[in-house]
T-cell receptor, first 112, second 114 residues
Framework: DQQVKQNSPSLSVQEGRISILNCDYT??????FLWYKKYPAEGPTFLISISSIKDKNEDGRFTVFLNKSAKHLSLHIVPSQPGDSAVYFCAASANTGNQFYFGTGTSLTVIP | KAGVTQTPRYLIKTRGQQVTLSCSPISGHRSVSWYQQTPGQGLQFLFE???????NKGNFPGRFSGRQFSNSRSEMNVSTLELGDSALYLC?????????????FGPGTRLLVL
């Protein structure tokens, strides 16, 4: 049972525009969320996190928004750059467990 | 600080064999988690170790096992390999158990079972 879902397998965006990657979750106990970026043949690289006590967290070009009532989070990348082309994973954890649940990833292509 | 290291990076085995993968966490990190990544499946959680104790296990058969040593290094073992075990195996470490901690990943071990 996939508790974290990324329903868009791929996304293409023009360089300089905004990229919006979405993630939905089903477990209301999740209270900590991470986004990772992954290039081929490498491990995932941490991008940004958000706790459920917040609804927004920013780090440079990356902003994560959390909508707890909708069980939805999104990652905004502004402006998008060709080097952002990678697979992006969202992950969630709950206080009741010792693991992160990952989505299946969204492949972002930024077109120069 | 050095990142998470995993050895070997690539491995080819045949069905029925067993394999052991190794993970060295970031210095000072005591929690190690293992994940399996297959195309279209995202990262599937295998198990998590903290202070040499397995604290959580994912929905994988008993052929998958692991352990953690006193220096926090971890190994995972897969016995009686099957074709479906071909995957990228990722290890991640964090200072404490994963909840509300950022996990840092190694480069992974690519396992091919023939």
């Amino acid at each position: 049972d996939q508790q974290v879902k990324q329903n868009s397998p791929s996304l293409s965006v023009q360089e300089g525009r905004i990229s919006i990657l979405n993630c939905d979750y089903t477990n209301s106990m999740f209270d900590y969320f991470l986004w990772y970026k992954k290039y081929p043949a490498e491990g995932p690289t941490f991008l940004i996190s958000i706790s459920s006590i917040k609804d927004k967290n920013e780090d440079g070009r990356f902003t994560v928004f959390l909508n707890k009532s909708a069980k939805h989070l999104s990652l905004h990348i502004v402006p998008s750059q060709p080097g952002d082309s990678a697979v992006y994973f969202c992950a969630a954890s709950a206080n009741t467990g010792n693991q992160f649940y990952f989505g299946t990833g969204t492949s972002l292509t930024v077109i120069p | 600080k050095a990142g998470v290291t995993q050895t070997p990076r690539y491995l080819i085995k045949t069905r029925g064999q067993q394999v052991t993968l190794s993970c060295s966490p970031i210095s000072g990190h005591r929690s190690v988690s293992w994940y399996q990544q297959t195309p279209g499946q995202g990262l599937q959680f295998l198990f998590e170790y903290f202070s040499e104790t397995q604290r959580n296990k994912g929905n994988f058969p008993g052929r998958f096992s692991g352990r953690q040593f006193s220096n926090s290094r971890s190994e995972m073992n897969v016995s009686t390999l099957e074709l479906g075990d071909s995957a990228l195996y990722l290890c991640a470490s964090s200072p404490r158990p994963p909840h509300q901690e950022t996990q840092y990943f190694g480069p992974g071990t690519r396992l091919l079972v023939l």
